[in-house]
Structure formats: structure tokens, C-alpha cells
């Protein structure tokens, strides 16, 4: 089977670039909406949006809404909603919190900084979330609650949960290794962040290659070789691209003191260090590849999107559509307990409005990003960029003096237009899904 | 019954069940045999679809009992239809729209390779099928909510058709179809026939009842009204056994 299965150039069925390249129309669209914003803000701001300390700010601040956003696209694929992520995530926070401030060094009599405390912490505050989605899920699954109701109650129900955990009071993190997975105190460096960079690249071409040997191996039609290559050029240059900017994003030198006097050293004369990849960031990228593999790969995946786009069709083909149900709302618990260690670490306490509201974003980055509420449709890289457009959107109006109010009034526009634009594109081009 | 001293394939026999103190299906006994097509008939509501719906697991009767090769079977989903390999064509044709063909066809059953679904594999497998049902199908890289009427058919029959069936359920497979693909499905069927399939085929048009069925059960109000041969009947015997509830006379025991 040859590369080149195309009609010759002169023939009617001639395939425009956009087909050739097999790219997604969506994708596309957003990408260019992301890039437009970055203009108009750099522009606006002389430079400064561009800089490597303020797309650091950015990314770190978009990680706990993107992580919930993927599990918000199964819940918005399978034709449900999770309006208590935001409270799920106070209470793991609250859970997490307590964990290491007051329940593990007392009852276990461990000293803080012990690493058990943060082994311990993390994983309980991942039980819970995901504990907290599958009672959601089997109340949705199995008793037929719809979900909106159920997760209206969780709203209400998690957020004061956490308030009696806490007894209405901020908790600081005293325990100092949790505060790495909030960005600033946990990077990665330059020289480990480059050589990530270059693993991931050499990940992503490994990976089309196979997949395009797989389509070849079963003698089905593949999109050109210079158009494959260009698609690899494109990502790899994105992937690289990314890990310099972040790698340019010097630490203080106030900050370097500090570490090296922690280490009882003192700094060496003109020694400077760069941010890199946070762990956060880190996190989100695998959650974003990890949930992306489920969707597409996976019987999992596959049964939600079944299930989303014909629920009877899933249920008659012998799927357990109330077990399906349990394991989509407790791994959006789990990415829940996972966005609340990353949350409180960035602000390094638990206070009680934590995650206040979060769940409107979340739902805003999945359906930003592409995601149907009739279900049925939604990919992960949608919600991360929806969830990154927003972010940039608000940083950027923050940094040239936009007031909050108008902030949000923008945001809440973006989310109806975007909406929109994409329902006329569907009206065009005769999709009816 | 034993008919030449063959198995029967399927026996339901007294099977009842009830939704909210109606009879759906009262007291029906039925069944079927290799390489046979038992129509099933009467006006809409009198029970056929809800009958069949039993013996494909998406309803749980509340009396009776179901014998698949002589073995008393237990059928409370989908699931064990399928381990019975019992296939349904369903009248909804049950896609999902935003899936492509391939995922449809193995929905529930994917062929998974190092623990990832084989989605090349499954395309191949779809393509090989297809080309034996329907040759004129292309469209494999599209959601199935971009395909014509007939094109879903023949996703929903591959379906059916794929995983070795031993028996078949079709309700009312040609309702949304054209005289060429119907004429397609008629020679599918025989063909499924001459395998050994035992079929029951969900039918308003007696036309295509006289046309395929080898025996026809007619219900009237969720009641078996009579089964009868073929041809040891005529069209008017039929309808009269649809719109009065009696069998004919000649055949009247």
C-alpha cells in the first residue's frame, strides 16, 4: 500500500490541505482563538504577556480547572453533569489539610516533613474524592437520581462538609514536602525539563509512526509522508518550544539564598537557576494523556461515548451502563482530590472558600473546548485548551486593569460565543451532532 | 413439539409479563428451530415486540420459561443473549450515532490488543463483512449518523450477523428500507437459513411473511392467537387471524 492513494490533482474530488492534514476543524478553531488573544494581550501589554514569568503564572493557574475539566468531559460525554466538583475539591483539600496538619502527626506520632505524612495525605485525599464521585455515581447509576439534582445536593452538601472538617477555619500546610505540587516551589529545572522535552517529543513521533504502520499493516489509505512529517514538525516544535519558555523563567536570587541556606550553603558567586516544568504542569500533561488513551483506546472510553451517543444502544449491547456510571463520577472524584492537592499547595493553606465556583469553569473549559452537552462528543485537549483560553483571557485583562467584574463578564460571553460559533459551524457543514 | 426429531433452538413457553397491571404478554408459548424463520405477527401493541424483547435480555419476564437447545436458560440482560449467541436486530436498529461503523459492530465485544481496543484490526474486520453484506459501503471513517437508512441497516445486520449467531432476532429488518435493499435482506435471510440459523422475524407486511417465514405466530391483546404453517395457509387466513384472534377453521383443532 503506497502513501499516495490520492485522486490526481486535477480531479473534482481534489482534497483540500485541511483534509489532507487530517485536522480537526474544532482544534483548529481554538488554537487560533488561543494564539489571537496571546496577540492581541502581548500587543497590548508592550511584551510582557509573552514573557516567560507570566505564561509560567498562566499555566500553573490553568492546572487545577484542566484536570477537573477531563473528568468533566467524560461526565459531559456519557450526558451528565458534576455541578460539586468544586465542592468535591474543597473537601479533599479539607481532608487533605487536616491529614497532614493535625490527623497524621498526632495519631501517628510522626514528625512533620516525615515523607510518610505526604504518601499518606496524598492518598487519602484521593480515596476520598473518588469515594465522594462513586456515591454520586451509584446514586445516579443505580437509583436513577439525575445527576444534576444529585450533584445540586453535592454542591451544597461537600462545601459545608469541608466547613465542619475545618471548623470554618483556614489550615496552612505545615507539612513543607506538599507544597511542591504547587508550582513555583516544585520545578523541575532546566536541564531536566529539556531532556523531558526531548523524551516527549521522541514519545509523540514514535507514537504516530506506529499508529501509521498499523493503518499501512492493514492496507488502509494514510494521509501523505510530508504531511505526517509536517503534523511531527508542528508538535515537537510546540513541545520544545514550551519547555525553553519555562526554562527562561529565572529563580530569584533572594529565593536561591534561602535554598542553599536551608541546604547550610551559601550561593556561589553568579549562580543563576531556571524555573522549568513545574510538577503541577507535569501532572496535568499526564492526566491530559493518561484520560485522552482512556477515551480513545479503551472499552471504558469507548462504552462512555457509546452510551453518550445512544444510551439504549449501549445498554442493549450488553454494557453495564449503572457500573459505567459509578466509575465515570468517582474518576471525576479522583481528578478532584487530585486538583485540591495541587490547589492548596499553590495557595499554600486550605482556606474554606477554596474551589468556590470552580465548577462553572470546569464545565466552561469542557464545552469551550468542544464538549456537547447532549453528549456524545468531547475530546480531552478541548477541555485543556478551553481551560487554558480562559486563564489567558483573565490573566491578560488582570495585567492590562480590567476589573474583576468585567473579567468575569467577559469570560461568561467567551463561553456563549464560543458555543455559538461552534453551532453555526455545525449548521454549515450539516453535522447534526 | 419435535419435529423430526430435532432440538428446538428456543422454546418460551407461559411466558407472562406486566407493566403496571397490563399484560404485555400473557401465557405465550413459542418456538423455533434450526434453519427455520417463524414470523411473528399482529397490530402494533399486541405484544410481539416486548416477546422478543425477553429472549434478548431487555426485559426480565415475570412467569414462564425459556429453553435455548433443550436447556433451561436464565436471560436477565443483554449479556447472557449473547453468551446464549442469540443476536437481535432491533426496529431502532440501537447505534450509537457518534460512533463509526467498526465501533458499532463491536460494541460491547471490541477486540483489544496489549490491553488497548485494536481499532485497525476492527476495521479490517468490518470492511471484510461489509463487503459480503452490502459491497456498495464506503463510509467506515464516519459517525454512523452520516449514513442513509439502508447503510445503518446493513451496520445493524453485520452486527447481527458477525459474531456467529446461532439465533436471530429481526424486528421488522425492511420497514425503512427500498425494494432493492429489502430484496437484499430477503436473500441475506435465506442465506442465514440455509446455515442453520433459527430465525424469528418481526413482520407486518404478510407479503414477506408468505415470502420467508416457514411458520407464522400471530398475537392479538399480549395472547398467542395460533402458529401455523405457511403453507397450510393464505394470506386471508393470516390477516384473519391478526384482526379477529381465530385461528381458521380448516386448521381449528
Avoid at chain 1, 493557574?61 to 461526565?75: D, E, L, W
Avoid at chain 2, 397490530?43 to 414462564?64: E, R, V
Wanted: charged share 15%.
Amino acid at each position: 500500500m503506497t502513501d499516495t492513494a490520492q485522486a490526481p490533482g486535477h480531479s473534482a474530488t481534489k482534497r483540500s490541505l485541511i483534509d489532507v492534514l487530517e485536522l480537526d476543524i474544532r482544534l483548529l478553531g481554538m488554537l487560533v482563538a488561543f494564539f489571537a488573544i496571546a496577540v492581541i494581550f502581548t500587543i497590548w501589554t508592550g511584551g510582557t504577556f509573552l514573557i516567560p514569568r507570566n505564561i509560567f503564572n498562566i499555566t500553573v493557574q490553568t492546572v487545577p480547572v484542566a484536570i477537573m475539566a477531563c473528568g468533566m468531559v467524560f461526565v459531559i460525554v456519557s450526558r451528565h453533569i458534576d455541578l460539586s466538583v468544586g465542592s468535591m475539591l474543597a473537601m479533599c483539600s479539607a481532608v487533605m489539610a487536616m491529614m497532614q496538619a493535625y490527623w497524621l502527626p498526632s495519631l501517628l506520632g510522626l514528625e512533620y516533613g516525615n515523607p510518610l505524612i505526604l504518601i499518606l495525605t496524598i492518598l487519602i485525599g484521593l480515596g476520598a474524592g473518588t469515594l465522594m464521585g462513586a456515591a454520586t455515581g451509584w446514586l445516579v447509576g443505580y437509583q436513577g437520581i439525575p445527576s444534576f439534582i444529585v450533584t445540586l445536593g453535592g454542591l451544597f452538601i461537600w462545601r459545608n462538609v469541608n466547613w465542619f472538617t475545618t471548623n470554618g477555619q483556614s489550615v496552612s500546610l505545615t507539612d513543607p514536602n506538599l507544597l511542591m505540587f504547587g508550582g513555583t516551589e516544585g520545578v523541575l529545572g532546566a536541564p531536566v525539563s529539556y531532556a523531558l522535552g526531548v523524551a516527549a517529543s521522541v514519545v509523540a513521533v514514535l507514537v504516530i509512526l506506529a499508529a501509521r504502520k498499523n493503518k499501512v499493516g492493514h492496507g488502509f489509505t494514510v494521509k501523505p509522508m510530508w504531511a505526517e512529517t509536517a503534523m511531527m514538525a508542528v508538535i515537537v516544535a510546540a513541545i520544545m518550544m514550551f519547555v525553553t519558555w519555562l526554562s527562561r523563567y529565572p529563580i530569584p536570587p533572594s529565593k536561591l539564598r534561602r535554598m542553599f541556606e536551608a541546604r547550610g550553603e551559601t550561593v556561589p558567586e553568579g549562580y543563576t537557576a531556571m524555573h522549568g516544568l513545574p510538577i503541577s504542569v507535569l501532572i496535568l500533561i499526564l492526566v491530559a494523556v493518561v484520560m485522552t488513551v482512556v477515551a480513545r483506546k479503551t472499552r471504558f472510553g469507548r462504552y462512555i461515548f457509546a452510551a453518550g451517543g445512544n444510551p439504549d444502544a449501549a445498554e442493549l449491547s450488553g454494557i453495564n451502563t449503572r457500573l459505567l456510571n459509578v466509575k465515570i463520577f468517582a474518576l471525576m472524584g479522583f481528578l478532584c482530590g487530585l486538583a485540591a492537592l495541587i490547589a492548596q499547595a499553590r495557595l499554600q493553606s486550605h482556606g474554606n472558600d477554596i474551589g468556590m465556583l470552580e465548577e462553572l469553569r470546569v464545565i466552561a473549559a469542557a464545552v469551550i473546548g468542544g464538549t456537547a452537552l447532549s453528549g456524545g462528543v468531547g475530546t480531552i485537549y478541548g477541555a485543556v485548551l478551553g481551560a487554558l483560553i480562559m486563564q489567558s483571557l483573565q490573566s491578560g485583562m488582570a495585567m492590562v486593569g480590567v476589573d474583576t467584574p468585567f473579567q468575569n463578564i467577559i469570560v461568561g460571553l467567551v463561553l456563549i460565543i464560543a458555543v455559538w460559533v461552534d453551532i453555526i459551524y455545525r449548521k454549515r457543514m450539516g453535522i447534526t451532532k | 413439539m419435535n419435529r423430526n426429531g430435532q432440538t428446538p433452538l428456543v422454546e418460551m413457553k407461559d411466558v407472562s409479563i406486566s407493566f403496571g397491571g397490563i399484560k404485555a404478554v400473557d401465557h405465550v408459548s413459542i418456538d423455533l428451530y434450526p434453519g427455520e424463520v417463524v414470523g411473528l405477527l399482529g397490530h402494533n401493541g399486541a405484544g410481539k415486540s416486548t416477546l422478543i424483547k425477553i429472549l434478548s435480555g431487555a426485559y426480565q419476564m415475570d412467569a414462564g420459561e425459556i429453553r435455548i437447545n433443550g436447556k433451561k436458560a436464565t436471560i436477565e440482560n443483554p449479556r447472557d443473549a449473547r453468551a446464549h449467541n442469540i443476536e437481535t436486530i432491533y426496529q431502532t436498529l440501537a447505534l450509537a450515532d457518534n460512533l463509526d461503523a467498526a465501533s458499532n459492530l463491536f460494541l460491547g465485544r471490541e477486540l483489544v490488543k496489549n490491553g488497548l481496543v485494536d481499532d485497525a484490526k476492527m476495521e479490517a474486520e468490518t470492511r471484510k463483512i461489509m463487503g459480503r453484506l452490502n459491497p456498495n459501503f464506503k463510509k467506515f471513517n464516519v459517525p454512523v449518523s452520516a449514513l442513509s437508512g439502508g447503510q445503518r441497516q446493513s451496520v445493524a445486520i453485520a452486527r447481527a450477523v458477525y459474531f456467529n449467531a446461532r439465533i436471530l432476532i429481526m424486528d421488522e429488518p425492511t420497514a425503512a428500507l427500498g425494494p432493492h435493499e429489502t430484496q437484499m435482506v430477503a436473500e441475506l435471510i435465506s442465506e442465514l437459513k440455509a446455515q442453520g440459523l433459527g430465525i424469528f422475524l418481526i413482520e407486518h407486511d404478510i407479503h414477506n411473511v408468505m415470502k420467508l417465514c416457514d411458520r407464522a405466530s400471530v398475537m392479538k391483546n399480549g395472547e398467542l392467537v395460533g402458529t401455523v404453517n405457511v403453507d397450510e395457509v393464505t394470506d386471508d387466513d393470516i390477516l384473519g387471524m391478526i384482526i379477529l384472534g381465530k385461528k381458521p377453521a380448516h386448521l381449528a383443532a
